[in-house]
Nanobody, 127 residues
């Protein structure tokens, strides 16, 4: 059974940093994109970043470009989201999600429809 388990959320001051982790398990297919989404209270869920296992490319939402970095440790089957220079508007529940990548794409789409979701980890940024 495929599972995505997030961790690393917490409370941080504005300007601070956090590293979120998403441990993946239960699959062997290597053609997928792994994503981070977030949802703030009262707002719709939005795509933050993604990584393509086929093209080895990444994509970011404009709001986080230059501050967030997505990476993957294949041996640990873990995907990370390094978040720096955090702002109060970055607060929310952060979700890890996976989409099978059946065809080669030039890059991943941060707003694509996902096949699997984790349960999320909360991030709070105090001003």
């Amino acid at each position: 059974q495929l599972q995505l388990v997030e961790s690393g959320g917490g409370l941080v001051q504005s300007g601070g940093s956090l590293r979120l982790s998403c441990v993946t398990s239960g699959f062997t297919l290597d053609y997928y994109t792994i994503h981070w989404f977030r949802q703030a209270p009262g707002k719709e869920r939005e795509g933050v970043s993604c990584f393509s296992s086929r093209s080895r490319t990444t994509s970011y939402a404009d709001a986080v470009k230059g501050r967030f970095t997505i990476s993957r440790d294949t041996a640990k089957k873990t995907v990370y989201l390094e978040m720096n220079s955090l702002k109060p508007e970055d607060a929310g529940i952060y979700y890890c999600a996976l989409k099978w990548e059946l065809t080669v794409q030039p890059t991943c789409d941060i707003q694509a429809h996902m096949d699997y979701w984790g349960k999320g980890t909360p991030v709070t940024v105090s001003s």
